[in-house]
């Protein structure tokens, strides 16, 4: 640790502090809608497997929530401990968007304490339901503030900088940012997606082991719906970026697909490697795709990464988190289409074991993906912390105790996930469900 810089660990620490915390952010922002429409068709189909999926998926939420709780008061404490001199000039410009964020999440909290034990306390169940709706706002505009700091990051603006001094600030122009309608649309249906596939993944892991019950039928029917309904939404967000990269990123679009010279109908290149002489082998070519997803003309011109000074140039291995993301969000559109369609066609059995298996895999895949959309995303705006205005070395603390930080805050998270991953098997285990529809029935 003593070798590293301050600023190699600070980036470490960092990482390692998003890489945990974006596990529990995207099942926070994707879980409640979830709860709102499993207790919505629950109430209106006055169907009792429904409701106890509303109940057990809160259950398990607010588990989660927790520890998000923690790592998300991490991640504030760093930004002060460790980029003090990025904090100095845009924290006088972010600050009303944290603030919005920790309100939103305030406001979610409160009614999810209210929900949970409010079950049954209505005469009208929809009353109850009605609870869910700022839930799912919170949640949401939560993960919606938070982004516009980040796409801040990558489109800074809403200030006047001199030197050190920062002037004319306006909180509204930093917030609705260029970068900030892509990047909101894409972190809010990602997370939406994500958290349908891991609960179809937990529920079609269950089957696979013999729960083949009414209860989770019903529940891998629900959660497949939303993928495919959230895979869509999310591919058309993936779209989005990449014209918004195209406009105002064109290097990190460039060092993401490997296009190196400026040229019309540029060509879409998928996986290969990259030789001595800096040369693309063994990849799949899609002619003049990249100039069509940029800017939705096959012989557009895109802008390659010689244009950028080198200094300024993203690292190339940033290329395979993009075919990642890209590949594993090909396969959950592949399995969610499969799956409804076995399900349709009433000959074919939607719950057959190698089906289940291809669901099982989406669910950590699909975190996968998230990992490797956030990587691609923060790694492709190097060497900058706020582009054109400050490079993460400006930024970094000179602190020489922050490889101690990581011992510490590696140990807290090793902890942190031990217990969430056990406190919710034991929360499951020793209350089935067979066990919970009959007590639900005697009420």
Known sequence: MSE???????????????????????IGVGVPILI???????????DPHYL???KRWTRGFVVTVAVGVVTGTCIGLQLSLLWPSFMEIAGQVISLPLFLETFAFFFEAIFLGIYLYTWDRFKKPIYHWLLTI?????STLSAVFITTVNAFMNTPQGFTLMGKTITAIDPIAAILNPATPSKVFHVVASSYMTSAFILAAITAFMIIKGQRGDYHKKALKLTMTCALIFTFATALAGDLSAKFLAEHQPEKLAAGEWHFETERGAELILYGTLNEQGEVENAIRIPKMLSFLSYSDFNAEVTGLNETPEDERPPLWVH???DTMITIGMYGIGVSILFMALWMFKKFNPFNKGMLWLIVAAGPLSMIAIEAGWIFAEVGRQPWIMRGFMKVAEGATTSDHVGKMFIMFFALYAILGTLCVTVLRKMFKNKPVEAELEYQSKL
Do not use: C, Q, W
């Not at 700022?134 to 919170?138: A, F, K, L, T």
């Open 36 to 46: 709102s429409i499993a207790e919505f068709i629950g109430i209106k189909k006055n």
């Open 134 to 138: 700022p839930i799912v706002i919170g």
């Open 52 to 54: 106890l999926l509303a």
């Open 4 to 26: 590293l810089d301050s600023v190699t660990l600070s980036r470490m620490l960092t990482s390692m502090t998003l890489a945990f915390h974006i596990i529990f952010a995207t």
């Open 320 to 322: 395979y988190m993009f």
